[in-house]
């Protein structure tokens, strides 16, 4: 079982930044794929940023340019830089774990692809 904690979220006007951290259980985090997702209310939840095993990443068209995903393998944690924030941006956003590595293909945004997901922490941006 791998649990997830995600903090760092919050209210930023647009055009402000933000960090969102995620810390996983576990270790063997250096295995694991990590992504980062999120939920408006009303929408369905969509990928917003991954990083592999080999630390590549990949982002949502939405987000390319303003996020930035990295890991700290050493501290068993997840960023998620944000940017140039949008009212649009206003979500839960949740982190995930791909621990098995079984339906993992680059670039994948499938929330499928994930065993465990945390709890969420909610960002939002006001115009």
């Known amino acids: 079982q791998v649990q997830l904690v995600e903090s760092g979220g919050g209210l930023v006007q647009a055009g402000g930044s933000l960090r969102l951290s995620c810390v996983a259980s576990?270790?063997?985090?250096?295995?694991?794929?990590m992504g980062w997702f999120r939920q408006a209310p009303g929408k369905e939840r969509e990928f917003v940023a991954a990083?592999?095993?080999?630390?590549?990443?990949y982002y949502a068209d939405s987000v390319k340019g303003r996020f930035t995903i990295s890991r700290d393998n050493t501290k068993n944690t997840i960023y998620l830089q944000m940017n140039t924030l949008k009212p649009e941006d206003t979500a839960v956003y949740y982190c995930a774990a791909d621990v098995t590595g079984i339906r993992w293909v680059p670039g994948t945004r499938s929330v499928s692809t994930y065993e465990y997901w945390g709890q969420g922490t909610q960002v939002t941006v006001s115009s």
């Open positions: 990083i592999s095993r080999s630390e590549s990443t």
């Open positions: 576990g270790r063997t985090f250096s295995s694991y794929a």
